[in-house]
């Protein structure tokens, strides 16, 4: 049985998705993602132990104290922003 033949249409949007997958591809490395990624996570989880811990013990480190409850944002948004760096990786 004869095959059938292929039409333009298709070839040309083959073209055009091989093109606009190169097109797409990130000209820079990202190498420095995950070591940022896991630092800023790191931090926030250190800043959240730290604050609790001096809070439950009674030690006063200068700047924790000050702030007050703004830490514990403070520590959230650090592993929150640790997250969307993380979406940058490829």
Do not use: Q
Request: proline share 6%.
């Amino acid at each position: 049985m004869p095959e059938s033949k292929v039409r333009k249409s298709v070839t040309n949007r083959r073209r055009r998705e091989r093109g606009s997958a190169a097109a797409l591809k990130s000209p820079t490395s990202r190498r420095w993602v995950p070591p940022v990624f896991i630092t800023v996570g790191l931090l926030g989880v250190a800043w959240l132990v730290t604050y609790y811990i001096s809070s439950t013990t009674g030690s006063t480190v200068p700047l924790l104290t000050d702030l007050g409850d703004w830490n514990i944002l403070i520590g959230m948004g650090l592993m929150a922003s640790s997250f969307v760096i993380a979406t940058l990786w490829r």
